[in-house]
C-alpha cells in the first residue's frame, strides 16, 4: 500500500543523500543545486574514495559522509547512482535503514525495482529513475517507474528533482529497457551524427570549429522544433525538402548508406543488451 511521501520543506527543498556519487551523482546535484531545489548544507554524499567525497564537498558545499549508513540517517530522499554491480552490497548496508518516511530513488542502470525492494523494508517506497547524461547541462531526459510503496506523491518529488536536469517522462518499468535504448544511449549515436556532419562540412570546406558549432547547434535546433512544435519529424522534413533542391539530393544519400535502419537498429540491439545485462546481473528478478 502506498504511503504519503514526506513534503518538501519550505525554502530549503528534501535532505538528500546520494549513495555512489561519481559523474551521473555529481551531475544530478550539481543541477539540483543550480535550479535552486535543494540547499548545499541539505546534502551528504558518499563515494567509493573517500578523497573524492571530499573533492565534493570542498566543490559543492555539501557534506561527505564516511559510510553509507551515516549518509542515510535523517534523509528525505535518498539517490542510489552506484554502478549497477554495486547496488546489492549498498542496499544491504543501507536498506534496514530506511523507513516508509523516506524516498528511495535509483538511479542505477539495470536494477530492476523488484531487486530494490527485495533489500527493503516494508513499506519503503522506490522510484526507478533513468536519466541520460545531457542532465550535465540540463538538457536531460528521465523516465521513472514506481514501486509498489510508492504514490503520486512520491513520483512528483521525483519529477521535481530531476526536472531540474531536464525533462521527465512516468512509465511503467516494463518499458525502462527501452528508455535505455533509446534515450539513455542515444546521446552516444547523436555525438557520432553530429561528428558526421561537421566532417561533411569539413569535406566542403569548413573550418572545423565553424563544421563542428554548425553541425551541434543543427541537431539540438532539430530536437527543439520536434519537442516544442510537436509535429511529426517527417512533416518537418518536408517542410525543408523543396522540389529539386539540396535536402532531397541529401536525404537520397542518407537513404542509400541505410541510416535509418541503422539507428532503428541501434536502439533495438541496445534495447536486447539492457536486458540481458540486468538479467546477467540479478538473474529471474532482473526480467
Known amino acids: 500500500m502506498a504511503v504519503k511521501a514526506r513534503p518538501l520543506r519550505a525554502g530549503s527543498g ?21 535550479a535552486g531545489l535543494i540547499e548545499p548544507a541539505a546534502v551528504t554524499v558518499t563515494t567509493l574514495h573517500g578523497v573524492r567525497s571530499k573533492q565534493l564537498a570542498k566543490q559543492l558545499g555539501v557534506r561527505a559522509a564516511a559510510t553509507n ?5 535523517g534523509a528525505d530522499v535518498v539517490l542510489l547512482t552506484v554502478k549497477p554491480q554495486q547496488a546489492v552490497p549498498v542496499l544491504r548496508d543501507v536498506g534496514p535503514l530506511l523507513t516508509h518516511r523516506q524516498l528511495l530513488i535509483s538511479a542505477a542502470s539495470s536494477v530492476c525495482i523488484a531487486v530494490l525492494e527485495q533489500h527493503l523494508g516494508p513499506g519503503v517506497p522506490v522510484v526507478r529513475a533513468m536519466p541520460n547524461t545531457p542532465a550535465l547541462v540540463r538538457e536531460g531526459m528521465t ?5 509498489s510503496s510508492a504514490g503520486a506523491a512520491h513520483l512528483a518529488q521525483a519529477e521535481r528533482l530531476f526536472g531540474a536536469v531536464g525533462q521527465t517522462v512516468v512509465l511503467d518499468e516494463r518499458h525502462m529497457d527501452a528508455v535505455t535504448g533509446l534515450s ?52 518537418l522534413k518536408d517542410a525543408v525538402t523543396t522540389p529539386s533542391g539540396t535536402t532531397i539530393d541529401g536525404i537520397l544519400e542518407l537513404e542509400d548508406g541505410g541510416v535509418r535502419v541503422a539507428m532503428l537498429k541501434a536502439v533495438v540491439r541496445a534495447t536486447r543488451r539492457a536486458t540481458e545485462r540486468a538479467h546477467e546481473l540479478f538473474g529471474d528478478l532482473g526480467r
Open 14 to 34: 528534501p535532505r538528500l543523500a546520494v549513495l555512489g556519487a561519481g559523474q551521473l551523482g555529481e551531475m544530478l546535484v550539481r543541477g539540483m543545486l543550480e
Open 143 to 147: 523516465a521513472l517507474s514506481a514501486g
Open 184 to 235: 539513455a544511449s542515444g546521446p552516444a549515436f547523436l555525438y557520432i551524427v553530429i561528428e558526421s556532419l561537421a566532417d561533411g562540412g569539413v569535406k566542403v570546406g569548413l573550418p572545423r570549429d565553424v563544421a563542428l558549432r554548425l553541425a551541434a547547434q543543427t541537431v539540438l535546433g532539430a530536437g527543439a522544433m520536434v519537442r516544442e512544435t510537436g509535429e511529426h519529424p517527417a512533416l
Open 69 to 73: 549508513a551515516d549518509a542515510v540517517r
